[in-house]
T-cell receptor, first 113, second 115 residues
C-alpha cells in the first residue's frame, strides 16, 4: 500500500522568511496530493492540492510542487506570518479524488516574530 | 468548501461503554470517511461510508468495534464500541465535496478520552 514520508517533523522560521515542507510517496499510481493545516483543537483544513497532471500550483503565498519521477512533492510558504504557525500534513491518494488519503506524519511549523 | 459538523466535540467515557459520534454535512455528498488521530500523531483512515451500502473498513479496523451508519447523503455516525483506554483519540469525519467534488473536507473532530 501507499506510504507517505514527511520532513521535517518540526520547523521554526523567522516571520517573513520562507518555509518548505517535503513529502515522498511510494505508490507510483498516486494521483492526488493535498496539503492540510491543523490548528490546535481543530480539524484539518485543506489549504492547497495538486493532481498528477500538474507540476506546480500556487495560491497567493502558498505553492506546491510535484515531481512524479522522483515521487516527491513539497509545500512552500513565502512571507510567513505568525498565523501560519500550525501542524501541516501532506497526503496522497491513488483513487479518484480524495478517497483513501494516506497522510504523512505532520510538520509542526512555528513562526517566530 | 463544505461545512462539516461533528457531535460531541469531546467526551470522557468509562471503559466497556460505547460512544456514537455524529457527523452532519451541509450538502449532499456521495462519500464520507472516518479517520482516527491519536494524540500528536497523523491521521489514519478507519472506513469509507457510502449511502445505501455497507461501510468499507481499512486493515486493522473491524465493523464490530467501529460500526458505521450512513442513512442519507448528509449524515453519518461512527460508534466506538466496548471502549478501552487505547481508544482515546480524536475521531474525524470527512466528506468528499468541494467545487470539483473531489476534495476532502474535515469536521472539527471528537476528542475521546476513555478512563
Amino acid at each position: 500500500g501507499e506510504n507517505v514520508e514527511q520532513h521535517p517533523s518540526t520547523l521554526s522560521v523567522q516571520e517573513g522568511d520562507s518555509a518548505v515542507i517535503k513529502c515522498t510517496y511510494s505508490d507510483s499510481a498516486s494521483n492526488y496530493f493535498p496539503w492540510y493545516k491543523q490548528e490546535l483543537g481543530k480539524g484539518p483544513q485543506l489549504i492547497i492540492d495538486i493532481r498528477s497532471n500538474v507540476g506546480e500550483k500556487k495560491d497567493q503565498r502558498i505553492a506546491v510542487t510535484l515531481n512524479k519521477t522522483a515521487k516527491h512533492f513539497s509545500l512552500h510558504i513565502t512571507e510567513t506570518q505568525p498565523e501560519d504557525s500550525a501542524v501541516y500534513f501532506c497526503a496522497a491518494s491513488n483513487a479518484q479524488g480524495a478517497q483513501k488519503l494516506v497522510f504523512g506524519q505532520g510538520t509542526r511549523l512555528t513562526i517566530n516574530p | 468548501s463544505a461545512v462539516i459538523s461533528q457531535k460531541p466535540s469531546r467526551d470522557i467515557c468509562q471503559r466497556g461503554t460505547s460512544l456514537t459520534i455524529q457527523c452532519q454535512v451541509d450538502s449532499q455528498v456521495t462519500m464520507m470517511f472516518w479517520y482516527r488521530q491519536q494524540p500528536g500523531q497523523s491521521l489514519t483512515l478507519i472506513a469509507t461510508a457510502n449511502q445505501g451500502s455497507e461501510a468499507t473498513y481499512e486493515s486493522g479496523f473491524v465493523i464490530d468495534k467501529f460500526p458505521i451508519s450512513r442513512p442519507n447523503l448528509t449524515f453519518s455516525t461512527l460508534t466506538v464500541s466496548n471502549m478501552s483506554p487505547e481508544d482515546s483519540s480524536i475521531y474525524l469525519c470527512s466528506a468528499e465535496t468541494g467545487s470539483r467534488g473531489t476534495e476532502a473536507f474535515f469536521g472539527q473532530g471528537t476528542r475521546l478520552t476513555v478512563v
